[in-house]
């Protein structure tokens, strides 16, 4: 079946650090790929996505693309702030399947000034 | 436009009542989903509906919790009765689906979230 692996951290960065959690998928057919956002005490919102192979999401400064050979959807930014702290979301979509997003653990990252 | 509207955003109870949540989502989506968030078990799906129609309720944890669907823009989700272990902040989240659109189009599956309901009981 379909699934999600991502690292599940709690990580903590200083301003301005380079930023990767890792994704990596599994998936019949040809998912469509997201990264959502969770900030303290609000929902889950969309930050990136990629629907297909190659293509590079990106969205306030972070960037994630879909490497089918790799199974893999990284998410990255090169110089994280105070107000990127929040759980991410790596999740992956199959049209035809089960219509249900499988998302990964989330991941806590904490940005200290 | 407004957003996936969840009430209450917060709810306290004492073990043993009755909770119901509710959710109003984005008009024009067909697809709803009801999720749970603990520290413990992360983002958990209980149930979802296409439609109106409940399609997989496998993530309900018991019959404490049932879920319903009357018309496309109302659902609820309803704990009797409700234990200590059910805290957690419940989230509905909406999208649309192919089977909305009738035309065979790319389904992102993208889903948009209500801001939560937390609950607590004592």
């Known amino acids: 079946g379909n699934s999600v692996t991502q690292m599940e951290g709690p990580v903590t960065l200083s301003e301005e650090a380079f930023l990767t959690i890792n994704c990596t998928y599994t998936?019949?057919?040809?998912?469509?790929l997201f990264w959502y956002v969770q900030y303290p005490g609000e929902g889950l919102q969309l930050l990136l996505k990629?629907?297909?192979?190659?293509d590079k999401g990106s969205n306030k400064g972070f960037e994630a693309t879909y490497r089918k050979e790799t199974t893999s959807f990284h998410l990255e930014k090169g110089s994280v702030q105070v107000s990127d702290s929040a759980v991410y979301f790596c999740?992956?979509?199959?049209?035809?399947?089960?219509?249900?997003?499988?998302f990964g653990k989330g991941m806590k990252l904490t940005v200290n000034p | 436009d407004a957003g996936v509207i969840q009430s209450p955003r917060h709810e306290v109870t004492e073990m043993g009542q009755e909770v119901t949540l509710r959710c109003k989502p984005i008009?024009?989506?067909?697809?709803l989903f009801w999720y749970r968030q603990t520290m413990m078990r992360g983002l958990e799906l209980l149930i979802y509906?296409?439609?109106?129609?409940?399609?997989?309720d496998s993530g309900m944890p018991e019959d404490r919790f049932s879920a319903k669907m009357p018309n496309a823009s109302f659902s609820t989700l309803k704990i009797q009765p409700s234990e200590p272990r059910d805290s957690a902040v419940y989230f509905c989240?909406?999208?649309?689906?192919?089977?909305?659109?009738?035309?065979?189009?790319?389904?992102?599956?993208?889903?948009?979230f209500g801001e939560g309901s937390r609950l607590t009981v004592l």
């Open positions: 008009s024009g989506h067909n697809s």
């Open positions: 998936a019949t057919g040809y998912p469509s």
């Open positions: 509906f296409n439609n109106n129609v409940p399609i997989d």
């Open positions: 990629a629907t297909k192979a190659d």
């Open positions: 999740a992956l979509y199959t049209q035809g399947g089960s219509e249900k997003l499988v």
């Open positions: 989240a909406s999208s649309s689906s192919p089977s909305s659109w009738g035309v065979r189009e790319k389904d992102t599956g993208e889903l948009f």
